[in-house]
């Protein structure tokens, strides 16, 4: 039940009390329950938790290092594309960071809350220009934004672990930040992958780039499969069919103006 979510908060419980006679969804109450109960502050720290184990972990996320002065140049090119797109969203207040994983075979990408994204070089080498690219970033931008990963991880562990994480409960800690458990928070809901389309639409206006990279990498995905081949590493993540974020993702686009319908695409200066 997800009532359960709520033991040891009073002040949660009576408020909880008040939305169940509002006929709010479960699914509702835990989203309304995470931004009260979880401040920017503690979710950037259960991010960074997570950003440990990930780094920690090179044998599934070796990193891709800044060993040469291309490899550095590729890192800043990446960090400098999304770090330009979260300065254009004003939803929250929190420093975003962008990583790139060293995995050619991996067209994927992922957020965990708290501000970090990361990306893998096969997907950075599958697009065909820098458009592209973007609404990839914009679209982890956007789960973060939205708090899609907080929102997921209170649906799995819920909020009292989640507590007891943040103020250092060892058997919690090792209940949540387990990579191999915990990251099934990224697969997120199918309303959860509309609306970071969405906002990736509109964060790569704001910056200035074509927002139809999102469309045309979400073509690239259906050409490979609809976003189900094995390697789009859809252990990290569940959407919708591809066609239908591809429709979704027209209309938005659709109701643009002509100007930014017609801004030019610029080519990928950086491939790994």
């Not at 503690?42 to 991010?47: M, R």
């Not at 992922?110 to 599958?126: C, E, M, N, Q, R």
């Not at 058997?171 to 992958?193: C, H, P, Q, W």
């Not at 069919?241 to 080519?267: F, H, M």
């Amino acid at each position: 039940m997800c009532i359960k979510i709520m033991k040891k908060n009073t002040i949660i419980i009576s408020g909880l009390t008040v939305m169940m006679h509002l006929s709010l969804s479960c699914n509702k109450i835990q989203d309304v329950a995470t931004d009260l109960l979880i401040s920017d502050e503690q979710e950037i720290e259960l991010g960074t938790q997570y950003k440990a184990q990930i780094e920690a972990d090179s044998d599934d996320y070796p990193l891709y290092t800044a060993k040469t002065d291309y490899n550095q140049n590729l890192v800043k090119y990446i960090d400098s594309i999304g770090r330009n797109i979260a300065r254009h969203q004003d939803d929250r207040d929190i420093d975003f960071t962008f990583t790139v994983i060293d995995n050619d075979t991996v067209v994927n990408a992922f957020a965990v809350p708290g501000g970090f994204v990361y990306i893998y070089t096969g997907l950075i080498k599958s697009a065909r220009n820098e458009a592209e690219i973007a609404g990839v970033l914009a679209h982890e931008i956007g789960h973060i934004t939205n708090r899609h990963g907080a929102k997921q991880m209170v649906k799995q562990f819920g909020i009292s672990t989640l507590l007891d994480v943040l103020v250092g409960d060892s058997s919690a800690v090792r209940t949540v930040m387990d990579i191999s458990s915990g990251l099934l928070f990224l697969k997120y809901s199918k309303e959860n992958e509309f609306e970071a389309d969405s906002s990736s639409v509109e964060y790569l206006i704001k910056t200035g780039y074509n927002p139809s990279g999102m469309k045309t990498f979400l073509e690239f995905l259906a050409d490979m499969g609809g976003g189900t081949a094995s390697k789009l590493a859809t252990f990290l993540s569940t959407h919708p069919p591809t066609d239908e974020r591809i429709k979704a993702v027209e209309r938005i686009i659709g109701r643009k103006s002509s100007d930014i319908q017609n801004r030019s695409i610029t080519d990928v200066k950086y491939s790994p």
